[in-house]
């Protein structure tokens, strides 16, 4: 079993900064990749930014210039640097571990969610 849990959230004025952390324990064998996901009231849950581990990254185009992903592949642990946030960014985010299981199949696991609200 693999444990997800985000750390990070809060509330911050428009303009300001967080840095969202989310680390990954237990029986991990290979990740192949871990993603930051956001969903605000009333929405799909969309994905942010993600890390492969060779390090390939992708972003949403709303947050391009503005989010870093980054990873620690020693401790399990990814990061996402929030610069320049807006109104719009308040969602939870949530991050998604996929945790390779061999050549042809892996698992995705969920953490609970961090809380990130941008005040105007």
């Known amino acids: 079993q693999v444990q997800v849990a985000e750390s990070g959230g809060g509330l911050v004025q428009a303009g300001g900064s967080l840095r969202l952390s989310c680390v990954a324990s237990?029986?991990?064998?290979?990740?192949?990749?871990m993603e930051w996901y956001r969903q605000a009231p009333g929405k799909q849950r969309d994905l942010v930014a993600l890390?492969?581990?060779?390090?390939?990254?992708n972003y949403a185009d709303s947050v391009k210039g503005r989010f870093t992903i980054s990873r620690d592949n020693a401790k399990n642990t990814v990061y996402l640097q929030m610069n320049s946030l807006k109104p719009e960014d308040t969602a939870v985010y949530y991050c998604?571990?996929?945790?390779?299981?061999?050549?042809?199949?892996?698992?995705?696991?969920w953490g609970q969610g961090t809380q990130v609200t941008v005040s105007s």
């Open positions: 998604k571990v996929v945790v390779t299981i061999n050549r042809y199949a892996a698992h995705n696991y």
């Open positions: 237990g029986s991990i064998s290979s990740i192949h990749a």
């Open positions: 890390i492969t581990s060779e390090d390939n990254t």
